[in-house]
């Protein structure tokens, strides 16, 4: 499997006229290799040119990782001293021959730390966005990958089940969300978790990105959860938003509408259509509610070994959907100081249409 990713990439490097790409310790790395690397203080750096064994410049420390590695890399490992890193950078390029020649990297994953030894390595190489080169590969999941999402799905929606018995008025959102978070591990997710669950109410709820906090749960209020779970390095990502107590009819309303946008943009995916297509049907039931001034961010974005990957789904994004694709339907309405909604589904691109991998009820829940 990794080795047929490879060759893929191989083939999408020289349509692109690059001669390699140089990625460092994260997914795609990850995904071409099946190696995993954390960013560290040490580089890691995986070269790879058309027709060429792949380099892998490494840590004398990790080498032991290669044994797991399903076909030939060339290794170049160096020791603890800095001084001797650059050497071994030079070292990884002449084997590939790269001398003065053109290498794709990843702009948003490359860091500083990296680029420094590729770019003093030979300072006649030019360093091109290979961004989109990465994202075609990566973008169209095969059945294995969708079962690890479903399985994440899973495994998010149980521990919300088991979390939402212990929400109560009075309980602060910091409070919920720790508790989420062990609920997360004991179901079986990865530690390493696709973000922190975002757990806000009232008045936070209208901030789409809100940092958990002291303020308790109180009745009236929406409260919004938005997580989610690793498994075997993919990710799900959901949000449901519940009410507390006695909870007005315009907060109910909103819910609805909200509600009613999430199953519009679920529906309107399928094979051939444009991301913009998803946002547009979503984004056109809470502006012909009268709240498009409210729903204050893209309707979702691509998912996988990645919280945030390619395709994004915004009105002005024309690429076209195709089966295999995964990402998120999220729309919301935020009323500031006051409350806000959102209902976030993951979902995949199939032959006829498109598949909802969660399952968690939309409808507007009375806790506590």
């Known amino acids: 499997m990794y080795y047929e990713r490879l060759q893929h990439l191989s083939k999408s490097m020289e349509q692109h006229q690059l001669d390699a790409i140089a990625l460092n310790a994260g997914p795609s790395l990850t995904y071409l290799t099946g190696l995993h690397f954390h960013l560290m203080e040490r580089p890691v750096v995986l070269l790879a040119a058309p027709g060429k064994e792949p380099v892998l410049i490494l840590p004398e420390l990790e080498l032991k990782k290669l044994e797991q590695a399903s076909y030939q890399l060339r290794s170049y490992s160096y020791p603890e001293n800095p001084a001797s890193w650059g050497a071994i950078f030079r070292q990884g390029l002449a084997k590939l021959r790269l001398k003065g020649r053109k290498i794709g990297i990843e702009p948003g994953q490359l860091r500083l730390l990296e680029f420094n030894h590729l770019s003093s390595a030979d300072g006649n190489n030019t360093f091109i966005d290979a961004s989109a080169v990465i994202a075609s590969l990566r973008a169209v999941k095969d059945t294995s990958e969708i079962g690890a999402m479903k399985q994440a799905v899973t495994i998010a929606q149980e521990a919300l089940n088991r ?206």
């Open 163 to 368: 979390t939402l018995s212990l929400a109560r008025i009075g309980m602060s959102e910091k409070e919920l969300a720790n508790e989420l978070v062990v609920q997360l591990l004991r179901q079986g997710s990865e530690p390493a978790l696709p973000f922190s669950p975002i757990v806000s109410a009232g008045p936070n709820g209208a901030n789409p990105h809100a940092k958990p906090s002291e303020r308790t749960l109180a009745a009236g209020d929406l409260l919004i959860i938005d997580w989610g779970a690793t498994y075997d390095g993919y990710v799900s990502d959901l949000t449901r938003t519940f009410g507390i107590g006695d909870v007005d009819r315009e907060y109910q309303d909103i819910h609805t509408i909200v509600q009613q946008a999430n199953k519009a943009g679920r529906k309107a995916g399928k094979p051939g259509v444009s991301c913009k297509t998803i946002d547009n049907a979503a984004r056109a039931v809470i502006e012909s509610a009268g709240y498009g001034d409210r729903f204050t961010h893209r309707t979702g974005h691509g998912i996988g070994m990645e919280c945030h990957e390619d395709p994004y789904i915004r009105g002005d994004n024309e690429q076209i959907l195709k089966e295999g694709m995964t990402y998120t339907v999220e729309p919301g309405i935020y009323l500031e100081g006051r409350n806000g909604v959102r209902i976030e589904d993951d979902v995949v691109i199939t032959s006829t249409g498109a598949e909802s991998l969660s399952d968690f009820p939309r409808e507007l829940t009375i806790i506590g």
